[in-house]
């Protein structure tokens, strides 16, 4: 079956340090990969994805490259801010329309 | 557009009760999902629908049901709660586009089992 594996938190980082996330990956046939962000007291907001391998997604700075070799999906931003601590979901998705399969998220949290 | 809406926002339920868990969605979109959040393991699927009249189990279903009458609610019923289904439930609607789905979620409910 499916799953993600996502590297354990909490992440503590100063503002402006740089920012890996590692994300592997388990699947049948070829998945389309997204990393979700959760702020707190919130619901899940799409941050970026991917659908299909080499590919490269990008939002607000936050950048991840679907290897397929490696069956990475690891998320990287250059320079964090305190606004970005959050929680951050790796998924993936095998074309079953709502069957996401996450990894079990990894905190962030970003100190002045 | 409201998007995904759920209510109610927090809930505590004795042990036995039942209640529904309500989730609408203003997109028109067809595929609709509810998931349980608990610490260390993500998001897991309960079950979900691909349209009105059309509904399947997810990963953990036991305890749960659905019915999808239109394509703007899908309602969760927990028929007699427990302990462990102590939990955060999100809803989520999703569309195609470009040959993958993208999945939007509401905010969430809290519940509590006593």
């Known amino acids: ?112 | 557009n409201a998007g995904v809406t759920q209510t109610p926002k927090f809930q505590v339920l004795k042990t036995g009760q039942s209640m529904t868990l309500q989730c609408a969605q203003d997109m028109n979109h067809e595929y609709m999902s509810w998931y349980r959040q608990d610490p260390g393991m993500g998001l897991r699927l309960i079950h979900y629908s691909v349209g009105a009249g059309i509904t399947d189990q997810g990963e953990v279903p036991n305890g749960y049901n659905v019915s999808r009458s239109t394509t703007e609610d899908f309602p969760l019923r927990l028929l007699s709660a427990a302990p462990s289904q102590t939990s955060v439930y999100f809803c989520a609607s999703s569309y195609s586009r470009d040959s993958h789905y993208e999945q939007y979620f509401g905010p969430g409910t809290r519940l509590t089992v006593t």
């Open chain 1, 1 to 112: 079956g499916n799953s993600v594996t996502q590297m354990e938190g909490p992440v503590t980082l100063s503002e402006e340090a740089f920012l890996t996330i590692n994300c592997t990956y388990t699947a049948t046939g070829y998945p389309s990969l997204f990393w979700y962000v959760q702020y707190p007291g919130e619901g899940l907001q799409l941050l970026l994805k991917a659908t299909k391998a080499d590919d490269k997604g990008s939002n607000k700075g936050f950048e991840a490259t679907y290897r397929k070799e490696t069956t990475s999906f690891h998320l990287e931003k250059g320079s964090v801010q305190v606004s970005d601590s959050a929680v951050y979901f790796c998924a993936l998705e095998t074309g079953g329309g709502n069957k996401l399969t996450f990894g079990t998220g990894t905190q962030l949290k970003v100190e002045l």
